[in-house]
T-cell receptor, first 110, second 116 residues
Framework: RKEVEQDPGPFNVPEGATVAFNCTYS??????FFWYRQDCRKEPKLLMS???SGNEDGRFTAQLNRASQYISLLIRDSKLSDSATYLC???????????FGQGTTLQVKP | GAGVSQSPSNKVTEKGKDVELRCDPI?????LYWYRQSLGQGLEFLIY????????KSGLPSDRFSAERTGGSVSTLTIQRTQQEDSAVYLC??????????????FGPGTRLLVL
């Protein structure tokens, strides 16, 4: 089983839609989690950090369920500029090593 | 302020040649990481530096890969006798202290390596 599993998509949604991505992780020792976004041919950039049960930042909400080893990212009122690949990234404790999934691709259409 | 920088941005080389990739972390960041991203794949961890030492080299794919860091700053990733499967984007990231793994890692723009 992969350490991080994400539905690769692509998710094609109209502007203004609400979309949710799911991510499961297998290493229960992970304590810190991040959502990064990666635009085509660009480096990943941090979107949100998740240390407790969840985090909210404007249109973006991340939720963490440690018992089920599951993280989600909800995007409300999608914008064209939200089109990117979203990477769920648990961090292996005490190593600094980020474990990247393959990401979920989002395409927001006009 | 300056972010993580990497050079060269693109590198085309012939199979069997050696290449050196450079990373300049954010000033003051003691932790430095190298990752690799092959076409259509997720990022793969290669090596982690805390200061000049590398407590975790577990991701280096073979003994053709090596990395060093000097002065707690610049790092060089060297690939000897390059193979076509080494073609990928090599990304460097840095974080402030790398302690307990809770800090944000900031990525550089990457070096796109193509081995012909």
């Amino acid at each position: 089983r992969k350490e991080v599993e994400q539905d690769p998509g692509p998710f094609n949604v109209p502007e203004g839609a609400t979309v949710a991505f799911n991510c499961t992780y297998s290493n229960s020792a992970s304590q810190s989690f991040f959502w990064y976004r990666q635009d085509c041919r660009k480096e990943p950039k941090l979107l949100m950090s998740v240390y407790s049960s969840g985090n909210e930042d404007g249109r973006f909400t991340a939720q963490l369920n440690r018992a089920s080893q599951y993280i989600s990212l909800l995007i409300r009122d999608s914008k064209l500029s939200d089109s990117a690949t979203y990477l769920c990234v648990p961090l292996r404790i005490n190593t600094g090593k980020l474990i990247f999934g393959q990401g979920t691709t989002l395409q927001v259409k006009p | 302020g300056a972010g993580v920088s990497q050079s060269p941005s693109n590198k085309v080389t012939e199979k069997g040649k050696d290449v050196e990739l450079r990373c300049d972390p954010i000033s003051g960041h003691t932790a430095l990481y190298w990752y690799r991203q092959s076409l259509g794949q997720g990022l793969e961890f290669l090596i982690y530096f805390q200061g000049n030492s590398a407590p975790d080299k577990s991701g280096l794919p073979s003994d053709r890969f090596s990395a060093e860091r000097t002065g707690g700053s610049v790092s060089t990733l060297t690939i000897q006798r390059t193979q076509q499967e080494d073609s990928a984007v090599y990304l460097c990231a840095s974080s402030l202290a790398g302690l307990a793994g809770s800090e944000t890692q900031y990525f550089g723009p990457g070096t796109r390596l193509l081995v012909l």
